[in-house]
């Protein structure tokens, strides 16, 4: 049962990803018809989101795969900011909220987004059962010897006896016209469970409810090292703070590899106005298209047929062909774990369906323009290592052979691109695009590049005259050394010397 909620739940995300993306693009023009329904559309839609997130949750909490991440809060702080996001609902339905903190400012470690899930549906639930001109209270105890409590009370309806004992099971409804699923108290009871608390309820038909919270005082519910890796996933590149300028122009194509026909078309749509496109219907599909396009980014599905985009991932990075492309996983399946299989295979972002599109759009330029920063920073100061261009092992395998290759024969004048290439064990072709789409240079132009960067490092650190350090790094003359040098510098080797050589490439 819990196997079927979770895939059913994954399912819906797709079909949901397709409505809420062009709802929103919709909501986005200045001038619409029918606007009042669209935004009804849309409001229903996120709520349908919102109870497949939940029922997810149940399942995830049954298994034992829903981890908290906690972090020392200020609770009563916490729950005053939760309670007034409730201040609009209590104007329009005229049924005064009152905040009371007794907490001593008492700091306790909480995982904040679970508890606002708990206390969200409790305060829906208090405002949906409180007739107009009513009270809902929400209390902040003064902490005990080991606990602390929340009391989210009110006036309204109230709750049968015979229902009490019952209404913390799933799927259970007090009131069998009542809109929803029965899921929402379930997983407020496992949430606070998970962090080791508890919750009780009193109630009286026609006086009111009250439901309890008791909370831990001193929890150690996660090693700070696993903390930290989620709050890594989180953080992963969104905002571009100052905007990124390139110096290359925007011709970039990007494949998108997605096995559903109309997400396929979506995503299509959403990207295809600043990039060239490329589709393909399955993992198979995408890394052939991938190794005979080398694209500059990479949007691909999870659970697709032939390969997954984990199995793609994998495949991908471990090529040396291909191994440089930043991948972003788009995938239904958004929980934590399949985050970290994700990244740990070297995906380079995450986004979990149905997902913003101009959430996407700006992690694409992000990503794709972090590339061009790197290639910039390699062409703009001769101490960075080729090297720290990438994270990616086979990235770097490959320039510290390209590098040492050149090192090794520095003093060669008679260096050949072919010989190069052989002694890279790799086509001239592949070398040439994997050295382009890495450093930004051809293979000739990698080649001087690291000449020169010698020949800097020995103007800066020796008394070589510059004929001696011409013949040492491979120019065969002055004058060509002298050409080169100046082609990367806005200084002559001499004038490089003068200033101690701390002028940036041009």
């Known amino acids: ?13 797709t079909p949901l990803t397709l409505i809420l993306g062009p709802l929103e693009k919709l909501l986005g023009k200045e001038q619409l018809e ?3 329904d ?6 229903n839609a996120n709520r349908l989101l919102s109870l497949v997130n939940e029922t997810l949750d149940m399942s995830k909490v049954e298994n034992g795969h829903l981890p908290l991440t906690a972090t020392a809060t200020s609770l009563g702080t916490y729950v005053a900011k939760v309670a007034q996001s409730f201040i609009p609902l209590s104007e329009t339905q005229q049924i005064k909220l009152e905040v009371i903190d007794n907490s001593q400012q008492c700091v ?9 899930k708990v206390l969200v549906n409790l305060l829906a639930n208090a405002f949906k059962h409180t007739p107009r001109d009513g009270s809902v209270w929400v209390i902040v105890e003064a902490p005990k010897e080991n606990s602390i409590g929340i009391q989210i009370k009110d006036n309204g309806t109230g709750i049968a006896n015979e229902h009490i004992p019952l209404i913390f099971d799933r799927f259970y409804q007090s009131d069998t016209n009542a809109k929803g699923t029965g899921i929402g108290l379930a997983l407020s009871k496992q949430l606070i469970e998970l962090h080791g608390g508890t919750i009780v309820v009193e109630s009286k038909i026609d006086v009111g409810s009250a439901f309890s919270i008791q909370l831990p005082l001193k929890q150690n519910i996660i090693p700070p090292e696993t903390k930290l890796e989620a709050d890594i996933i989180e953080q992963s590149p969104f905002d571009n703070e100052a905007g990124i300028e390139d110096s290359e122009p925007w011709n970039k194509t990007i494949l998108i590899i997605e096995d559903n026909e109309d997400v396929r078309a979506y995503l299509k749509e959403l990207l295809e106005e600043n990039y060239t496109i490329l589709l393909a219907a399955n993992g198979k599909e995408g890394i052939e ?22 199995e793609l991932t994998e495949h991908l990075k471990k090529n040396i062909a291909t191994s440089h492309i930043p991948i972003i996983l788009l995938t239904a399946k958004a929980s934590i774990d399949s985050k970290l299989t994700g990244l740990r295979l070297g995906a380079d972002d995450y986004l979990g369906k149905p997902f913003h599109a101009k959430e996407l759009q700006q992690r694409c330029k992000n990503l794709i323009q972090q590339r061009i920063q790197l290639r910039n920073l390699f062409n703009s100061n001769y101490f960075v290592s080729p090297q720290k261009l990438s994270t990616n092992k086979v990235d770097q395998e ?4 390209a590098e040492a290759i050149v090192e090794n024969h520095i003093d060669n004048s008679d260096l050949t691109i072919k010989q190069f290439c052989q002694e890279m064990a790799y086509n001239h072709s592949g070398v040439h695009l994997k050295l382009k789409a890495l450093t ?21 650190e020796t008394n070589l005259n510059m004929n001696e350090i011409a013949d040492k790094t491979g120019f065969g003359s002055r004058q060509a050394f002298n050409k080169a040098f100046k ?14 050589g701390f002028v940036p490439l041009a």
């Open 1 to 13: 049962r819990s196997d079927f909620f979770t895939n059913v739940s994954h399912e819906f995300r």
């Open 289 to 310: 298209l991938a190794e005979q396009n080398s694209p500059d980014l990479i949007v691909s599905d999870v659970m697709m047929p032939h390969k997954n985009g984990f």
């Open 487 to 500: 082609e990367h510098f806005p200084l002559t080797p001499t004038e490089f010397r003068d200033s101690n």
């Open 440 to 460: 930004g240079k051809n293979t000739s132009g990698f080649i001087r590049s690291i000449r020169i960067r010698k020949a800097a490092k020995l103007i800066q």
């Open 398 to 401: 490959f320039l510290e052979r």
């Open 34 to 36: 029918n606007k009042n």
């Open 38 to 43: 669209i935004e009804r559309i849309h409001r």
């Open 108 to 116: 306790i470690d909480i995982d904040e987004n679970k508890l606002n």
